[in-house]
Every structure is written in C-alpha cells, then in structure tokens.
C-alpha cells in the first residue's frame, strides 16, 4: 500500500510560467489537503477538498492559485504565472475520513523554485 | 485565529540526554498534534491529544497536554541521532476535519 504520492519531487520555473503539482493521495483516502512550507517559515494550510469538491480554501492566496480533486486521478495545486515568492515546498496529505484521531499522511512533497 | 508558539526554536543536545519541547497555543486547544519532520522530507505523524492532562508514548517520546489545554509538552528520553529533525506542533481545527494550523518548529540536532 504505497503513501501519498507527490510529483515531482522538484520543479523548477522561470518567472511567469505555470506549475503543476500532483498528489496521489493513499488508497481508500478521499480527503486531501494541501499546505505550503516557505524558507523559514512555518508550514501553512492552503486547501481541503473532497473527491470533486472543495471544502474550505480559505488559505490559498486570491490569485493564480486553484487546486482540484477531479473524480478519476490525483489532486492538482496548480500555480499560474508563478513569482519568486511562490518558491516554497508543498506538501499534500491525505486521510480516510473528516476525522484526526490518526493525524494525516503526509507525502515527501514538491520543492517549487521560481527562477 | 490561533497561533502556536514553540520553544526553543532549535536545539542542540548530547546523544543519550534528555530533552523537552514545548509548545503553547494562543487559545484552547481542541486537538494537538506532534509531527517530526526529517530535513527536505515530509512530515512523521507522531502522536495526538486531545484532552485536558493526556499524556502518551511511544518508544522514548511523551507528549503531554496540560489541563487547561492550551500548552503540551514534547519529551524525548535518551535521545539518539535518529531523532534528529523539526519537531512540529499543530492544532486541529474543531470545524470537525483536520485542517491544523502548525507551530513554526523546533529544529533538533542529537551529537553522537
């Protein structure tokens, strides 16, 4: 039963290109969530969607950011016109239910350079 | 919206010594996570808790939280190079899913 999956590892982008992260969240999990981890900083809640749905994205910045959770496939952070600032680690996780009782699974995460 | 504080924001210490992290959140906690983080990798989930004085172990690490809940305590007895990493507290959101707002971390180094 392999964990949650993210790739690719690291992505690099000039200035004004897109990028797309994908997570595979683990098997029977249909609850994902995303979070950004900037260069000494704290690791910051971005979106939680559901199969099809987004449940609360009260952490993604107004612009340029959309994430999804399509029926079939994995889970897509997608960022638009990326700026240095966007150069952070994101990391996905995923659980089985709503509940926390066994925290979340994280995976290894994409480490975004905006060059 | 709630804030996490932790400290110390790192530490060095001895292989086999004793250490303590504490984490204080800025209002009453609904839920408490323990996380460890290995450098340039993703997050180890460790431990929950979620009432007032609960405490639990696992291998060396106790984690405590206070009664008022709005503190815990991380403690790591005879530590060893494996624990070496970022230590990180979260809160769980009481909206009923896991949205959880992280500390900003304690970076743990243990000398052989």
């Known amino acids: 039963n392999a964990g949650v999956m993210q790739n690719p590892r690291h992505l690099v982008r000039r200035r004004g290109q897109e990028a797309r992260l994908r997570c595979s969240p683990m098997?029977?999990?249909?609850?994902v969530y995303w979070y950004r981890q900037l260069p000494e900083e704290g690791l910051k809640f971005m979106v939680y969607?559901?199969?099809?749905?987004?449940?609360?994205e009260s952490g993604m910045p107004k612009e340029r950011f959309s994430a999804e959770f399509p029926k079939e496939g994995p889970s897509i952070l997608r960022i638009q016109q990326v700026v240095r600032g966007d150069s952070a680690a994101y990391f996905c996780?995923?659980?089985?239910?709503?509940?926390?009782?066994?925290?979340?699974?994280f995976g290894s995460g994409t480490r975004l350079t905006v060059v | 919206s709630q804030e996490l504080e932790q400290s110390p924001q790192s530490l060095i210490v001895q292989e086999g010594k004793n250490l303590t992290i504490n984490c204080t959140s800025s209002?009453?906690?609904?839920?408490l996570y323990w996380y460890k983080q290995k450098y340039g990798e993703g997050l180890i989930f460790l431990m929950m808790?979620?009432?007032?004085?609960e405490e639990k172990s696992h291998e060396k690490i106790t984690a405590k939280l206070d009664e008022k809940k709005q503190q815990s305590s991380l403690h790591i007895t005879a530590s060893q190079p494996s624990h070496a990493g970022i230590y990180l507290c979260?809160?769980?959101?009481?909206?009923?899913?896991?949205?959880?707002?992280f500390g900003t971390g304690t970076k743990l180094q243990v000398i052989p």
């Open positions: 969607l559901q199969k099809e749905n987004i449940i609360d």
């Open positions: 996780a995923s659980s089985p239910d709503r509940g926390g009782g066994n925290g979340y699974t």
């Open positions: 979260g809160a769980l959101n009481s909206g009923g899913y896991q949205k959880v707002t």
């Open positions: 209002k009453t906690l609904y839920g």
């Open positions: 098997k029977g999990h249909s609850h």
């Open positions: 808790l979620q009432k007032g004085g």
